[in-house]
């Protein structure tokens, strides 16, 4: 994992979006917004964001968020992969769209561009790690326009959500919860802690110069680590195996469970 410390967070993901994004690139835009806001006040959780660019569109998302089961986070992260075994210890993830995935730190504004570190994410490691640590939503925390804010179960807030409209106005914020505060906390903390010991210091650059893989030349010298616009190239040929090897693959999953349940008999 390689991590860009104090960089311009809207001029190096915006790069990423003409490289990978063909379609809807205009949706970095409310991106940019969410940055903003996390660099006006930054409280530890409001300036940690996932953040990924795919063929149409990106998405970016409190990273709280996205470990709560449930929420429009957690389905739209996981909503490029479909996981293949989800009991398992590792299960097979195939990602349907060429994905580049960050962690992103918001840390402040600097002469007027929103600075912070960025961690490359391992998009199909991380759905797995997400699958397997989310917690289940619980309640929401919304406030209106007129003030009013409310803590109710997500499943009744929904049921009621048009009368609060009309008594309250427009929702202002939503927070969601998992019944178990803490725990969701401890699970980000390790998620962190584990990313900042596995990160690599490295310059966010685009273009292509060292065309090889990772690895050790001939020569005993260590090689650089691919450029984004490398890991774009082999996302491709990636997703177009992935493509080819679903049908196969949710074949055999079918008939393994036709078996172990007799259906096919």
């Known amino acids: 994992m390689r991590k860009y410390e104090n960089v311009d967070i ?3 993901l915006g790069a990423v979006v003409e490289l990978n994004t063909e379609h809807y690139k205009s949706d970095f ?3 940019i917004e969410m940055f903003k806001e996390a660099a006006r006040n930054p409280d530890g959780e409001n300036n940690r964001l996932l953040w990924l660019s795919r063929q149409s569109g990106t998405y970016c998302h ?3 968020d996205v470990y709560i089961k449930d929420t429009a986070a957690f389905n739209y992260w996981k909503g490029c992969a479909d996981i ?5 210890s590792f299960p097979t993830v195939i990602v349907t769209d060429r994905v580049l995935a960050f962690a992103v730190n918001v840390t402040g504004i600097e002469n007027g561009r929103i600075k912070g570190d960025l961690y490359e994410l391992d998009y199909r490691n991380h759905i797995r790690h997400i ?4 917690l289940p939503l619980h309640t929401v925390t919304a406030t209106y326009k007129d003030g009013t804010t409310v803590t109710l179960p997500h499943k009744e807030h929904d049921a009621m959500r048009e009368r609060l409209y009309l008594r309250h106005g427009a929702l202002q914020t939503l927070t969601k ?3 178990d505060a803490g725990a969701l906390q401890d ?3 390790q998620a962190r802690e584990q990313r900042d010991k596995e990160a690599r210091p490295a310059m966010f650059k685009l273009r292509v110069q060292n065309p090889k893989q990772p690895g050790i030349s001939k020569q005993g010298k260590q090689q650089q680590q691919p450029t984004i616009k490398q890991q774009i190239e082999a996302n491709k040929k990636q997703l177009a195996a992935d493509r080819a090897a679903a049908p196969e693959k949710t074949a055999a999953k079918t008939a393994t469970k036709n078996k172990n349940t007799g259906l096919g008999d």
């Open 29 to 31: 835009k409310y991106d």
């Open 84 to 88: 293949l075994g989800s009991q398992s």
């Open 10 to 12: 809207v001029s190096s």
């Open 62 to 64: 409190l990273e709280s």
């Open 187 to 189: 699970i980000l903390k």
């Open 177 to 179: 919860h998992p019944e």
């Open 131 to 134: 699958d397997k640590n989310a």
